[in-house]
């Protein structure tokens, strides 16, 4: 399997994503160990999409005229730097660990611009394409949470071992992705590129862009903002997030396997993003009693199957509307639309206490079942 070359790149990917969402637990550790606090911890849990978008809206053109590998070897090297610099900030120095969710979100940019393109050109078929880029990412997504929970409850150093781990992997995996050699289609390809994507620019894109910042929006509000409002009931609260992570990501990753045996859509992932904003009510209202902590995993699949369906939908719907030769500039578009998304928890951090976490979660729940309502009649529409 390592063998393989569209494998070795997945490889990069799942380091990249690794590097990304071990943070999630790590958010409460920085909350009970140093004197960061809830608007801090969630802010920089968020800021990273800002590097991932400028990542994306550059590296996605550079890749389609300099050739992937060009862009994906300097992916899996500013996330290793991403996690050496949060070395310096284990104490809670804010500007660090700035520093280090910013190099963490280039990275995640760079490697999903170039990678996703990458895995595509080396496979056979377009859906196959997409299905493989979508579960590397989701696995690291999904992994890389639970493992850091584990480490950061259980071991010594919990602001540092984590890191550690992942910068050991990398020692691992930046050596095969850097020797995966380059298709000749993309190292002789055409200097005249957009940074815009205009084969999106069109009305049937539309759809993509309604429900692209629920992808991460409703995976991100199950397992960084939901723990945290049933603290007072968790014995151990940093293992916990780690695990709603996992849970939650894991989700995608299974939805997605299964997505070639049982025909899935848009619509059946904004839908349950509707159901995972219906039952953030429930868990709300239930959080002064302790059985609440159960209605976590019960969110957390749900949240997460809307987010492996959104995920792999978009993909595949924007590779299949762009341009050939602006393919990873289009790939750059949506994911920076659906890591819109990782901002969730700390606009409700900001939303709750102004006008109360309920109301903030029905506003929340009336625009996804709009959203999930305009999906439906516009595959309707274009069936007919």
Do not use: C, D, K, M
């Given at each position: 399997m390592v063998s393989q070359k569209w494998f070795r790149v997945a490889l990069g990917m799942f380091l990249v994503a690794c590097g990304a969402n071990l943070f999630a637990p790590m958010v409460v550790v920085y909350q009970t160990t140093t004197s960061l606090g809830v608007l801090q911890t969630t802010f920089l849990f968020g800021i990273y999409a800002l590097g991932i978008m400028v990542a994306l809206f550059i590296g996605g053109p550079l890749s389609d005229s300099l050739g992937r590998r060009a862009i994906m070897r300097p992916a899996v090297l500013t996330t290793t730097a991403g996690s050496l610099v949060f070395l310096t900030g284990a104490g809670g120095a804010f500007l660090p660990l700035l520093i280090g969710r910013l190099c963490a979100g280039a990275a995640v940019g760079l490697a999903m611009s170039s990678g996703a393109a990458w895995i595509k050109e080396l496979s056979t078929h377009l859906s196959v394409g997409a299905k493989r880029s979508s579960i590397a990412l989701s696995a690291g997504f999904a992994s890389a949470p639970g493992v850091a929970g584990i480490a950061a409850e259980f071991l010594p150093w919990p602001t540092v071992v984590p890191y550690l781990l992942h910068i050991g992997l990398a020692l691992i995996v930046v050596p095969l992705v850097w020797t995966v050699p380059e298709p000749r289609s993309t190292q002789s390809a055409s200097?005249?590129?957009?940074?815009?994507?205009?084969?999106?620019?069109?009305?049937?894109?539309?759809?993509?862009?309604?429900?692209?910042?629920?992808?991460?929006?409703?995976?991100?509000?199950?397992?960084?903002?939901?723990?945290?409002?049933?603290?007072?009931?968790?014995?151990?609260?940093?293992?916990v997030a780690g695990l709603c992570a996992l849970l939650t990501m894991g989700s995608g990753v299974v939805i997605q396997q299964l997505a070639g045996r049982i025909r899935v859509t848009s619509f059946h992932g904004m839908a349950l993003a509707a159901v995972g904003m219906a039952l953030c009510l429930a868990v709300l209202a239930a959080?002064?009693?302790?059985?609440?902590?159960?209605?976590?995993?019960?969110?957390?699949?749900i949240m997460g199957s809307s987010y492996g369906i959104g995920m792999l939908s978009g993909l595949a719907e924007t590779q299949a509307i762009a341009d050939a030769e602006e393919l990873g500039a289009a790939t750059g578009v949506f994911y920076s639309l659906t890591y819109l998304g990782f901002f969730a928890p700390f606009i409700l951090s900001l939303l709750g206490p102004a006008v109360g976490y309920s109301t903030a979660f029905v506003i929340g729940l009336t625009v996804a079942v709009a959203t999930a309502v305009a999906l439906r009649l516009h595959v309707r529409g274009n069936r007919g």
């Open positions: 200097r005249r590129r957009s940074f815009v994507p205009t084969s999106l620019i069109t009305l049937h894109y539309l759809p993509v862009v309604a429900y692209a910042p629920w992808v991460f929006g409703s995976a991100t509000t199950a397992f960084v903002f939901l723990p945290a409002q049933l603290s007072e009931h968790l014995h151990h609260p940093v293992l959080a002064h009693h302790g059985w609440a902590v159960f209605l976590l995993p019960i969110a957390a699949i």
